[in-house]
């Protein structure tokens, strides 16, 4: 079946702009995650949201990040006045329910430079 | 969550086994152990996790030591598409909620 996809692929802007990140999670799946990957680093927790909530964003860096998920389904990443340290691969991850052991599954992410 | 240590990057032959050693020694007795793969350009993919008994599914098979201390994920024949970064991570048991919490991890290397 279809994974977890992400768009655009690639996003490039220019400092200060706004932009947005989609997530589409695999079908079904209720639990959703934004991480942000910089060269180098592993994946860093962003934000979860459970259903249409988000349940925990503590990793978001600061009040110019923001994601919703008004249907419970489609999610999107908002970045206001980008800087060029937003600079990063952006991956989204659904799970199956709540179960502990439930694994997420990734999206190919999406690559955001701010110039 | 429990810190984990893993070396940089290692390398294996192909159609060797491919052994990853990771040091999570303040892992506490609710916390399991986790391995999760990234293949270049690709977001990281689960593999395995266990808590006190070695596991083994399709992909892998992981030992952890009896103190629980550290662990080893074992790719019993590694093919050149196992060249990815490995991350072990611990993590507690109905935690599965919270975001994953990812080191650098390991390069793993297969030459042909």
């Known amino acids: 079946g279809a994974g977890v996809s992400q768009t655009p692929s690639n996003k490039v802007t220019e400092k200060g702009k706004y932009v947005e990140l989609r997530c589409d999670p695999i079908?079904?799946?209720?639990?959703l995650y934004w991480y942000r990957q910089s060269l180098g680093q592993g994946p860093e927790f962003l934000i979860y949201?459970?259903?249409?909530?988000?349940?925990?964003d503590s990793g978001l860096p600061n009040d110019r990040f923001f994601a919703v998920r008004p249907e419970g389904s489609v999610s999107t990443l908002k970045i206001q006045r980008t800087e060029r340290g937003d600079s990063a691969v952006y991956l989204c991850?659904?799970?199956?329910?709540?179960?502990?052991?439930?694994?997420?599954?990734f999206g190919p992410g999406t690559r955001l430079t701010v110039l | 969550d429990a810190k984990t240590t893993q070396p940089p990057s290692m390398d294996c032959a192909e159609g060797r086994a491919a052994n990853l050693p990771c040091n999570h020694s303040?892992?506490?007795?609710?916390?399991?152990v986790y391995w999760y793969r990234q293949i270049h350009s690709q977001g990281p993919q689960y593999i395995i996790h266990?808590?006190?008994n070695n596991e083994t599914n399709e992909m892998a098979s992981l030992i952890i030591t009896e103190d629980r201390k550290s662990s080893t994920l074992i790719l019993p024949h590694a093919t050149l598409r196992d060249t990815a970064v490995y991350y072990c991570?611990?993590?507690?048991?109905?935690?599965?909620?919270?975001?994953?919490?990812f080191g650098k991890g390991t390069h793993l290397i297969i030459q042909p």
């Open positions: 079908s079904g799946h209720t639990a």
């Open positions: 266990g808590l006190k």
């Open positions: 303040t892992i506490s007795g609710n916390e399991y």
């Open positions: 991570i611990v993590r507690v048991a109905g935690g599965g909620a919270d975001g994953l919490t």
């Open positions: 991850a659904s799970r199956a329910g709540t179960g502990a052991y439930n694994e997420q599954f």
């Open positions: 949201f459970q259903g249409t909530g988000a349940a925990d």
